[in-house]
């Protein structure tokens, strides 16, 4: 079986590019406010809960940290639906290197991934003032309840933006592998 290294696809505009690094970035405030928090720094709570009696390096902390490696890290996926290393398997991997990556490899985890965001982070915008939630005596209040949301509200956008860009990389995916079809049907009757 032949290397296919001549599949690349259109470039994608600049408005999708963009909008993949703001998908990218749509954790990080929320992960600098873990962070924060996971070292020790006083976030507002109170009580005896985790989030009020936190310290570095204990295993809530240790959580809060790779929760925050790991939703970043996903975020960063998002440039992949952008970028050629999202179409093309690197050299290295064996058998597979150099081949293009199958679009729905690609575009069924960022839709099944968007879909989730949406919902979950909906639900938390939705239920944020809850009883349970930041509406507890022991949560946050004035500059802290403020600061809390200002670095989680970004989430609220990271579905629908990964929706987007997911859409646009399933459509320019399309579009190419039609165009080549087209062109290698085109090829054939000339021959």
């Known amino acids: 079986m032949a290397r296919t290294t001549s599949t690349a696809t ?15 970035l749509t954790p990080l405030p929320s992960g600098l406010w873990r962070i924060a928090a996971a070292l020790g720094i006083p976030v507002g709570f109170t009580g005896d809960g985790a989030m009020a009696t936190v310290t570095f390096g204990s295993w809530f902390s240790l959580y809060m940290i790779a929760l925050t490696l790991f939703a970043d890290g996903l975020g960063l996926l998002a440039l992949g639906l952008v970028q050629r290393w999202g179409e093309i398997f690197p050299r290295w991997i064996p058998l597979i ?43 946050p209040h004035g500059i802290g309840y403020w600061i809390m949301t200002v670095c989680y509200l970004p989430l609220v956008a990271w579905g629908p933006l990964l929706a987007v860009v997911a859409g646009h990389y399933w459509l320019r995916r399309h579009r190419a592998g039609r165009l080549h079809a087209d062109h290698h049907r085109y090829q054939t009757l000339l021959e």
Do not use: E
């Open 10 to 24: 259109a470039v994608p505009p600049r408005w999708v590019v963009r909008l993949a690094h703001l998908t990218a």
């Open 97 to 139: 290197g150099d081949r293009r990556i199958p679009t729905a490899v690609a575009v069924i985890p960022a839709g099944l991934g968007a879909t989730a965001l949406t919902v979950l982070c909906g639900m938390g915008a939705f239920g944020w003032n809850d009883p349970d939630t930041m509406g507890h005596p022991d949560s």
